[in-house]
């Protein structure tokens, strides 16, 4: 009896193996010949988009289901000072563009995670404008919000418990709802809008730019403050931290209404000594994963009313964002969280320290040019004190006629984004360090050529 039941358990076993591994080529081959494959519809569009991303463009640029097409075929986009139909040629003498902050070092670590990373949308995918027919307010995922909020748990850079939270487009447009939310209605005067001196231009740009009777941009909060002392003015102040583009971690000077510009407080880019946990927060998935392209940003934000004003804002401004944006944000994230971020923020780190470690070694040997001082914090989410690896160089130059140092870097071949754009001195100019690694390599390669000239015949001159 006993002997009859193994015998039977092992032919049951065996022919379940083998069914199995029948299923399993009729999955993954697709089995042409069988009655039926598992996937309908979406197996062509996954085919086209394999065989677009498989086209190497020499390693030096990239093509795209999206992208311009010749004779039938998608052209490959090379990158700068790549060229030819397939990005080999490279052009030498071409000058080294490190001016946008493009994000794009993050792209290795997307296709190494290809598999996890992959959305399929379908023609019919929530074409509403609502989500969720069943709950209030239904604009925003609500699985995507959970997400970000356990992103910020795992990493330590934010509180979100008791906060509420706001989707925009990208935090570019989080930044114009926060000063339109902060500012003061019906008042005799308009609100101030201050940032400090060097800062990020879209501050004053967009404030000027949308030109209201209740906010206007009054510039530098220290000379703000030196010159208008103790009054009890109405400000609305933008505090970016990490700073872009020095990178270091600022303050409110004025103490008044203040916009927290969280974009750069990641791992990867400074140590994280514990949650931020300020009124208003704005982050950006762009410095996060480096999908700026997909434009998704969140404002966290502790008062119920000027939660509701930026509601209003969004409501107002689009209806909403995109679903296919917030599916693709969702998607993102989850790989984000695996491993509580140690994949991505490890990623995203080491690449930031190698880039730093092998520029502070150019300017080391350098009197003409030198960079913003970076100092050791300890950090709760490496655990570990690590120095900050921020997203750009601000890139001084020392020598007294060298006023103009865009200029100077131009001369040598090399794009940066002058000071004065930060409302700075133009003795002072911004390198991008999160860029291709086609971009960084030839950066360090002009930079070093120009340093190397210093001491040569043509400084002595
Ligand atoms: C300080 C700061 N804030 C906001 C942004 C806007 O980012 P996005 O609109 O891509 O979210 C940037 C982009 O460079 C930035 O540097
Ligand atoms: C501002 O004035 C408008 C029109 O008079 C009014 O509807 C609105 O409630 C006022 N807002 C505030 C905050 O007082
Ligand atoms: C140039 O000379 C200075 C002073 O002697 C030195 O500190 C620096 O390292 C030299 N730079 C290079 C690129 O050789
Ligand atoms: C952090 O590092 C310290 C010293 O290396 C170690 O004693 C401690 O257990 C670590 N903490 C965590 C949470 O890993
Ligand atoms: C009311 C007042 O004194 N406002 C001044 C504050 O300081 C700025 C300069 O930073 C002046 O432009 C304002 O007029």
């Known amino acids: 009896m006993g002997k009859t039941k193994t015998y039977c358990y092992g032919i049951c076993l065996l022919i379940s193996i083998a069914l199995n591994i029948l299923l399993s080529i009729n999955l993954y081959v697709g089995g042409e010949n069988n009655q039926r494959s598992l996937l309908t519809w979406s197996e062509k569009a996954a085919a086209e988009a394999e065989e677009v991303a498989a086209i190497s463009c020499s390693g030096h640029g990239r093509a795209y289901v999206d992208g311009l097409v ?169 505090v970016t931290s990490p700073n872009n583009p020095d990178g270091e971690l600022k303050k409110s000077v004025l103490g008044g209404k203040t916009i927290y510009d969280h974009a750069y407080l990641w791992p990867h880019f400074t140590p994280i000594t514990g949650p931020s946990d300020h009124d208003l927060m704005l982050f950006t998935l762009s410095k996060l994963t480096g999908h700026g392209g997909t434009r998704f940003g ?99 130059c020392e020598r007294e006629d060298d006023d103009d140092c865009s200029a100077v870097l131009e001369a040598g071949k090399i794009i940066g984004r002058r000071g004065s754009r930060f409302s700075d001195k133009d003795r002072y100019t911004r390198l991008s360090l999160i860029k291709s690694q086609d971009d960084f390599e030839l950066l360090l390669q002009r930079l070093t050529e120009l340093v190397s000239l210093e001491n040569g015949s043509i400084a002595k001159m």
Not at 325 to 348: C, H, I, M, W
């Open 298 to 396: 969140w404002a966290i934000i502790k008062d119920k009313d000027i939660y509701e004003k930026f509601l209003n804002y969004i409501e107002l401004a689009d209806m909403g964002i995109s679903k296919d944006t917030q599916l693709r944000v969702l998607k993102l994230l989850k790989v984000v969280v695996e491993g509580d971020g140690k994949p991505l923020f490890e990623f995203a780190y080491n690449k930031m320290r190698d880039r730093w470690d092998r520029l502070t070694t150019v300017f080391s040997k350098s009197t003409r040019f030198s960079i913003q001082q970076r100092h050791p914090l300890h950090c709760n989410f490496f655990n570990e004190t690590r120095l900050p690896s921020p997203a750009y160089a601000w890139v001084k």
């Open 70 to 238: 010749s004779e039938g075929q998608p052209v490959c986009e090379c990158n700068d000072c790549y060229g030819g139909n397939d990005c080999s040629e490279f052009f030498h003498g071409c000058s080294a563009d490190a001016d946008s902050g493009d994000p794009v070092f993050f792209e290795p670590f997307w296709m190494q995670h290809a598999t996890d990373s992959v959305v399929v949308t379908s023609g019919w995918h929530r074409m509403s404008y609502k989500y969720y027919k069943y709950v209030d307010s239904t604009t925003m995922s609500i699985e995507l919000e959970s997400y970000i909020r356990k992103l910020h748990s795992i990493a330590g850079n934010a509180i979100t418990e008791g906060r509420y939270m706001v989707f925009g487009v990208g935090s570019t447009q989080l930044l114009s709802a926060a000063v339109y939310a902060l500012s003061s209605e019906n008042s005799s005067s308009p609100s101030n809008v201050l940032a400090s001196i060097p800062f990020y231009p879209i501050y004053k740009d967009q404030t000027v730019l949308f030109n209201s009777e209740n906010f206007q941009f009054e510039g530098d909060t220290n000379s703000w403050q030196s010159n208008n002392g103790t009054n009890n003015m109405d400000v609305v102040e933008f």
